[in-house]
């Protein structure tokens, strides 16, 4: 068994491969991590308190809410609550290996020790990805500006709420079952900003966005083999690497950030005071994907270039399919919340369309 350990700061795409390649691979948090998560759980502890001031999503609602203070008695039955106005989506449900990355990314997030949520909530996150329990997430539901319904469904398996499901050993079963089945406890209970800080952020759009990267590095050798058949690379091929090399660049660092509201902050004189900002939006990651499926679909030009014989039939028609993954999307901004925050990259769209772009050259490649 390989065990690897997550600190918030350090975990990269080459280790999310190794950990996706090896099953035999066990997650756990690091102790330095536990340690920044405790104090700052320690602060938000206080600020449950009599007396203690008000902080948004702390000790108050949420949305229209946000200026009515919940009492600490209520907060556990609160908490238990929020989810649901939130767990909304149509659609299949997304493959369970990207849900299943999005949990190991989520953990890593709230390892930083910056969202004040308790070591314990970690591990249990990272108990649920080690027995591979992937929450049933539907694929609509997210303009990329916090992926809150995507992964407010990952909150209920986590909790092991009423109405959820997750998928086990190939099973789409009740989560509560599936964790059962698996060895875990079927229920844990969520405390005071442990629901907010799971569901503000867009981690699902970087758990596909991860993946779509992984597989298309799997296939970069032979997509380089083929267009190389019978000389160099062709010119346009320099342009590609570099978006390639930006593209790593932008999803290595989007894997090791805090992306919750509010963060906490340790003062000079002691304590933590707790600071808002947009930090859900992924406006970067959109505009890395909308790139890269630009760059696969003209190396998916190249690939059917190279296709002959009777292949050349359905090498075009997959061709054309991943020409229309290339229509950007993250320049198509519009209102969703009323102007408040709103600007809106739709970049879980754009990572989709590169999932599936990566998927339909994987079968260019083979033709």
Same mark, same amino acid.
């Given at each position: ?13 080459d280790m ?11 997650? /756990?948090l ?7 998560c ?32 919940? &009492? ?31 949990l ?6 709230l ?14 996150i ?26 407010a ?10 109405e /959820? ?38 981690t699902?759009?970087? /758990? ?17 083999a083929?267009?190389?058949s019978?000389?160099?690379? &062709? ?22 950030i805090?992306?919750?509201? &509010?963060?906490?902050?340790?003062? &000079?004189?002691?304590?933590?005071? /707790? ?25 998916a030009?190249?690939?059917?270039e ?30 969703t ?31």
């Amino acid at each position: 068994m390989s065990l690897y350990y997550i600190d918030g700061n350090s975990l990269t795409l080459d280790m999310i491969g190794r950990i996706t390649a090896d099953k035999e691979a066990r997650v /756990a948090l690091s102790e330095e991590a536990s340690a920044r998560c405790r104090a700052t759980r320690a602060q938000i502890d206080r600020w449950m308190e009599k007396d203690a001031p008000v902080v948004y999503g702390v000790n108050t609602g949420l949305g229209n809410l946000k200026d009515v203070v919940v &009492p600490p008695e209520k907060h556990i039955e609160w908490n238990k609550t929020l989810p649901y106005p939130h767990a909304a989506g149509m659609g299949e449900y997304l493959p369970p290996e990207v849900t299943l990355t999005s949990l190991l990314l989520r953990a890593n997030v709230l390892a930083r020790g910056y969202s004040g949520v308790r070591p314990e909530l970690i591990e249990r996150i990272l108990s649920i990805y080690n027995a591979k329990v992937a929450p049933a997430v539907h694929s609509e539901g997210s303009t990329g500006l916090s992926d809150l319904g995507p992964l407010a469904q990952n909150v209920m398996t986590v909790a092991g709420l009423d109405e /959820a499901k997750a998928y086990y050993r190939g099973n789409l079963l009740p989560s509560r079952e599936a964790l059962r089945l698996a060895g875990l406890a079927e229920s844990f209970t969520l405390e005071c900003k442990e629901v907010l800080a799971q569901m503000n952020g867009s981690t699902m759009t970087q /758990a596909i966005a991860v993946l779509a990267f992984l597989r298309f590095e799997e296939l970069s050798a032979g997509i380089e083999a083929r267009l190389s058949s019978g000389g160099e690379l &062709p010119e346009f091929y320099e342009g590609c690497r570099e978006v390639i090399g930006f593209t790593k660049g932008v999803l290595n660092r989007e894997n090791n950030i805090s992306c919750d509201n &509010p963060l906490l902050f340790e003062l &000079p004189e002691g304590g933590y005071e /707790a600071v808002m900002g947009c930090n859900c939006s992924n406006t970067q990651v959109g505009y890395a994907m909308d790139m890269m499926n630009t760059v696969i679909a003209e190396l998916a030009n190249g690939l059917h270039e190279k296709t002959g014989g009777l292949a050349k039939s359905e090498a075009r028609h997959l061709l054309n399919k991943i020409k229309t993954c290339a229509m950007q999307v993250s320049a198509d901004s519009i209102p969703t919340k009323g102007g408040q925050e709103d600007h809106v990259e739709f970049s879980f769209t754009a990572a989709r369309k590169f999932y599936y772009a990566v998927e339909l050259t994987g079968k260019l490649l083979a033709l």
